[in-house]
């Protein structure tokens, strides 16, 4: 033993014999003396840890010491043990104390953690020393003890290991549940894997059913459970159409449906039955969340709703919006109920052209009703959506009319829950649509009315200290306030956010001063036309236009430096145009050009593909007749401070061409862009013709949705 280590021991020693006499150290071997200096310099390494320098754990390391040396002398005083033995004992105990300091340099293992961890050693010593199972030291602590114990020297080879392992494996699953099945296709013989599997069904049915289709151990294990969820999961993972019954999992696990009663739907020509099941297992699964009870899957089964309503409705509605005969355009609604048209109008918000719902949807929920009112639809349905459905009549004007349809105290009522409880959500989406809603709205009542309500839920979170209450009521008071000019609300000194009102034209350069405009073409029949009236607008001797294989280039020739481009709008069929708008993404990004202007010029079904390779360097985004929460809300995930211009409806060609033209022209001038002026003057441009249309343009000061949540995601004080 080296001189300072011996003196410690030494030191040591004294100290402890009064308070443990039974423990006293008897002479060390110095055969074995390293293997305690071993152990001596663990505890140290410990002592010298931050956590224990910086808080009040030096009578829990007092403990340890006195601990940990009676372990040893314990050790030594064992006449039973051999020498042999006793080396494999205090190298054991270091073990432990070395497992401890590499899962507390790891953050494993808290400092609270130690004195267990000793306490569950020296039982699990014990035991091994007395030829009993340690499994009960494994039950009875905690995961990481138990992870630290499970290799040691001393302790691997006794006979409670093997269960204990699996227990291990179990314990790991309750922290980390979605790792159940990754955890088990390493080992699915554990004792425990028939109660995992069960759990996994419910955690997450969809990853089950991939992992029992597998042709390996654990695909097998999953099948041979004797569970009734687990089994249908299984029986269904075998068949190829598989997950058109998942949307119905919850029915088939109660026993409500049988895979019989759904398999003739998902044929082609049953596609509409399938829908219609669609809609009936959705309005129950409404009724039974507004109790409480989350259905299996139910995320599942609203997201094969909305593709089902694009794919066999929406889709063809919309691609015959040029048919002036409305009985031919809608006849795919024909066989539909006011229930089944409601789910198109709240399943595909973001997909109905404005004529689609206006001619075609909306008229016929009450066409179809014996009594047209609109509290019985909302009863019809469970009140399933119905801010979303608020939301959407707000937006296409329909609102005015909806509400009538009741009387005006259930008008009032609903108009009252639209607003309330946004706090309670665990999404912004409601309290967004709140916002879009209100700036469609014109008449002054209706308008009062939310807003008294906004400043009462204000007043009631405030009271009640929900600071995420406070802050979403506190920002749509102020974002409904700034559209009353008397009320002479300034958005971004309130909101803390830059300002909504103008875009300086030096934010929009780069380094070298230049605006770097980038516009996504898409090469169906109304893309080719758009792009060919978008040429057309800077044939004016003002810019050049630069032809390249598969893109173009719109250069100033005078003002300050702007570069347009601009991907051409190739054959779509053979995905031409999505390789263009890469090879024009990758250019930019070769040559260190970041667009600040990103404009989307296609159809809502093409948006996803424009905001997946959207600039994260974009200020401004014109995303075209595509609001609504979830657009909005990945644009700024991807561009937090963008300034965003959409449409309540369908975009106009003319008008994007004016709008693109004096943005284009006030940049080259350069002036900043300034909404209010801006709109100010694309109106007296289109004139009375276009005024309808134009007013459904969102300005990025009027875009209350997107101003949302800019300011929710912005750092900010929560006052009253």
């Given at each position: 033993m080296k001189p300072f280590k011996a003196i410690l021991v030494l030191f040591l020693i004294p100290i402890l014999l009064p308070a443990q006499d039974e423990l006293a150290m008897p002479l060390i071997p110095a055969m074995r003396q390293l293997h305690h200096e071993y152990i001596i310099g663990s505890i140290q390494k410990i002592n010298q840890l931050p956590a224990v320098r910086d808080s009040g754990y030096q009578k829990t390391m007092v403990w340890v010491d006195e601990t940990i040396t009676g372990i040893r002398a314990q050790i030594e005083r064992n006449q039973?043990?051999?020498?042999?033995?006793?080396?494999?004992?205090?190298?054991?105990?270091?073990?432990?104390?070395?497992?401890?300091?590499?899962?507390?340099?790891?953050?494993?293992?808290?400092?609270?953690?130690?004195?267990?961890?000793?306490?569950?050693?020296?039982?699990?010593?014990?035991?091994?020393?007395?030829?009993?199972?340690?499994?009960?030291?494994?039950?009875?602590?905690?995961?990481?003890?138990?992870?630290?114990?499970?290799?040691?020297?001393?302790?691997?080879?006794?006979?409670?290991?093997?269960?204990?392992?699996?227990?291990?494996?179990?314990?790991?699953?309750?922290?980390?549940?979605?790792?159940?099945?990754?955890?088990?296709?390493?080992?699915?013989?554990?004792?425990?894997?028939?109660?995992?599997?069960?759990?996994?069904?419910?955690?997450?049915?969809?990853?089950?059913?991939?992992?029992?289709?597998?042709?390996?151990?654990?695909?097998?294990?999953?099948?041979?459970?004797?569970?009734?969820?687990?089994?249908?999961?299984?029986?269904?993972?075998?068949?190829?159409?598989?997950?058109?019954?998942?949307?119905?999992?919850?029915?088939?696990?109660?026993?409500?449906?049988?895979?019989?009663?759904?398999?003739?739907?998902?044929?082609?020509?049953?596609?509409?039955?399938?829908?219609?099941?669609?809609?009936?297992?959705?309005?129950?699964?409404?009724?039974?969340?507004?109790?409480?009870?989350?259905?299996?899957?139910?995320?599942?089964?609203?997201?094969?709703?909305?593709?089902?309503?694009?794919?066999?409705?929406?889709?063809?509605?919309?691609?015959?919006?040029?048919?002036?005969?409305?009985?031919?355009?809608?006849?795919?609604?024909?066989?539909?109920?006011?229930?089944?048209?409601?789910?198109?109008?709240?399943?595909?918000?973001?997909?109905?052209?404005?004529?689609?719902?206006?001619?075609?949807?909306?008229?016929?929920?009450?066409?179809?009703?014996?009594?047209?009112?609109?509290?019985?639809?909302?009863?019809?349905?469970?009140?399933?959506?119905?801010?979303?459905?608020?939301?959407?009549?707000?937006?296409?004007?329909?609102?005015?009319?909806?509400?009538?349809?009741?009387?005006?105290?259930?008008?009032?009522?609903?108009?009252?829950?639209?607003?309330?409880?946004?706090?309670?959500?665990?999404?912004?989406?409601?309290?967004?649509?709140?916002?879009?809603?209100y700036s469609s709205i014109y008449q002054p009542q209706l308008r009062q009315l939310i807003l008294d309500r906004v400043q009462m839920n204000r007043l009631k979170n405030w009271n009640a200290q929900n600071k995420k209450g406070v802050r979403i009521y506190k920002m749509l008071d102020l974002l409904f306030q700034s559209l009353d000019s008397s009320c002479q609300v300034d958005l971004s000194k309130e909101l803390g956010i830059d300002p909504v009102y103008e875009m300086a034209n030096r934010l929009l350069q780069d380094s070298a001063g230049r605006i770097v405009i980038q516009q996504f073409f898409y090469g169906d029949k109304d893309g080719m036309n758009v792009f060919l009236a978008f040429l057309a607008g800077f044939n004016n001797g003002k810019w050049w236009v630069i032809q390249k294989p598969e893109w173009v280039e719109i250069v100033a020739k005078t003002g300050v430096p702007i570069t347009i481009y601009a991907n051409k709008p190739l054959n779509e069929q053979l995905d031409l145009d999505a390789k263009a708008q890469a090879s024009l993404s990758n250019y930019l990004a070769d040559k260190g050009l970041e667009p600040s202007i990103v404009i989307h010029r296609g159809h809502s079904y093409h948006l996803r593909s424009t905001i997946e390779q959207l600039a994260p360097s974009a200020k401004l985004v014109i995303l075209g007749g595509c609001g609504g929460y979830q657009n909005l809300n990945d644009v700024l995930q991807i561009c937090p401070t963008a300034q965003i211009i959409s449409t309540k409806q369908v975009g106009t060609g003319v008008i994007n061409k004016g709008l693109i033209n004096e943005i284009s022209e006030t940049l080259r001038a350069g002036q900043n862009l300034n909404w209010p002026s801006l709109w100010n003057n694309m109106a007296k441009q289109l004139g009375p013709k276009y005024k309808e249309t134009f007013d459904d343009y969102v300005p990025p000061h009027k875009n209350l949705g997107a101003i949302f949540i800019t300011a929710f995601n912005h750092p900010e004080k929560v006052s009253k």
């Open positions: 039973q043990l051999e020498d042999n033995a006793k080396y494999r004992w205090l190298r054991s105990v270091n073990e432990v104390l070395t497992g401890f300091l590499q899962y507390q340099q790891s953050g494993q293992i808290r400092l609270n953690q130690l004195e267990p961890l000793i306490k569950a050693y020296q039982q699990a010593m014990k035991l091994a020393l007395a030829d009993q199972s340690i499994y009960p030291v494994f039950e009875n602590n905690d995961l990481v003890i138990g992870n630290i114990l499970i290799d040691n020297f001393c302790l691997k080879t006794n006979q409670g290991i093997p269960a204990a392992k699996d227990l291990l494996v179990w314990k790991y699953c309750q922290i980390y549940p979605d790792q159940i099945l990754n955890t088990l296709s390493k080992q699915p013989q554990n004792i425990f894997a028939d109660t995992l599997i069960v759990q996994a069904a419910f955690q997450d049915p969809e990853k089950l059913y991939n992992f029992a289709a597998a042709p390996n151990a654990l695909g097998r294990k999953i099948q041979s459970v004797n569970h009734v969820l687990v089994k249908i999961i299984g029986q269904l993972s075998l068949t190829k159409t598989g997950r058109m019954y998942f949307p119905f999992l919850d029915q088939l696990y109660h026993g409500k449906f049988s895979m019989e009663d759904i398999t003739p739907m998902l044929v082609d020509d049953s596609a509409s039955r399938y829908y219609k099941l669609l809609v009936d297992t959705r309005i129950e699964y409404a009724g039974r969340m507004q109790k409480g009870d989350t259905p299996l899957l139910e995320k599942v089964l609203t997201a094969k709703l909305r593709s089902k309503a694009v794919e066999l409705y929406i889709n063809e509605i919309n691609a015959l919006h040029e048919l002036k005969d409305l009985k031919i355009r809608f006849k795919v609604l024909d066989k539909l109920t006011a229930a089944e048209l409601y789910y198109l109008a709240v399943m595909g918000e973001s997909e109905l052209y404005t004529s689609s719902f206006v001619s075609g949807v909306y008229p016929r929920i009450f066409q179809k009703m014996l009594e047209p009112n609109a509290d019985t639809l909302l009863s019809m349905v469970n009140n399933d959506f119905f801010k979303k459905f608020i939301r959407v009549s707000a937006a296409y004007n329909t609102l005015d009319d909806f509400l009538r349809r009741m009387d005006s105290a259930s008008a009032k009522k609903r108009m009252e829950s639209f607003v309330d409880g946004l706090e309670l959500s665990a999404s912004l989406e409601d309290a967004v649509d709140v916002a879009d809603s």
